[in-house]
């Protein structure tokens, strides 16, 4: 199993959400260890943004968002691996995607959270060239922590003057410092430069499970992105009252759905259906009931499902 603070994590018996390991019960664990899981946050693309990484040389060329999915291959093919299972957040969900467009047979399905899919935005082109701007001049700085706090993380999370910031925002904090200013500038040059990939998703046809968090500025990215995938293959799991990272955020919202769309691939607990059913969350539908907070015995903000009829 690959270390747990690499990019990409090899999944034997754990499932990596954020940064943090959830283990499986006992009655899954069995079968998780026969789904090799390729990870990609968008934080942690490449070896560059690992704890302790040396700063990328200037005279090296900023690498493309093609690039950055090849890389996703070598790492497969070094471990020797072949069809995996991908979950991916912010640019790394569009970097996984991009790899299954190129490579299909290695991929068995998508979970991705918050996913890119179009070319950047004017909006956004401006925030990432400020925050490129201030890494450039000051490195990874509170100004800077503070943008990318707002485009993780709801504003309950981040805290104010009446509410204290959250244990959450206050790791991310610190995990930003222990970065190097000048890689995490190269990733966001790289991720500037990508191109709309819209028109080739209906072209993916393994199963794609999407969770996007309401107050996520990527909430219309993800929403668009929904609508062109092959509806048969396609969820869309909506987190009310939370940003971009629902990994971190809410993580628990998202077991319920993961585990039915896992029980189409004859994981987790034996399902009563003879053959495999054609939605990505199986059995064809999902009882408003299973995503109730209540049901799960959480106190969790609630989520609505958009499934295919």
Known sequence: MADSNSSVSVDVGTIYLGGKICYASKDY?????????????????????????????????????????????????????????????????????????????????????????????????????????????????????????????????????????SDIAQACRRLLDERQGVNVLRFLDAIDRRPDISSGLKKLKCRTLIFIGDQSPFYSEAVHMAANLDRGYCALVEVQACGSMVTEEQPHAMLIPMEYFLMGYGLYRPSCFSESPRSPLSPSCISPELLSPESMGLKLKPIKTRIAA
């Open 29 to 165: 664990s069995s079968a998780l260890k026969q789904l090799p899981c390729c990870y990609i946050t968008s934080a942690f693309i490449t070896s560059v943004h690992l704890l302790g990484a040396a700063p990328i040389c200037p005279d090296d060329s900023v690498p493309s968002a093609e690039n950055l999915a090849d890389q996703i291959l070598e790492v497969l093919n070094y471990f020797g691996l072949g069809a995996v299972m991908c979950m991916g957040v912010t640019a790394g969900a569009y970097i996984l995607t991009l790899f299954a467009m190129k490579h299909r047979e290695r991929v068995l399905g998508l979970i991705l959270v918050s996913p890119l899919c179009k070319a950047p935005s004017w909006s956004e082109w401006f925030y990432n060239r400020v925050i490129s701007n201030l890494l450039y001049f000051y490195g990874m700085c509170g100004v800077v922590k503070e943008f990318l706090l707002q485009r993780y993380f709801s504003k309950e999370v981040r805290g104010n003057i009446e509410i204290p910031e």
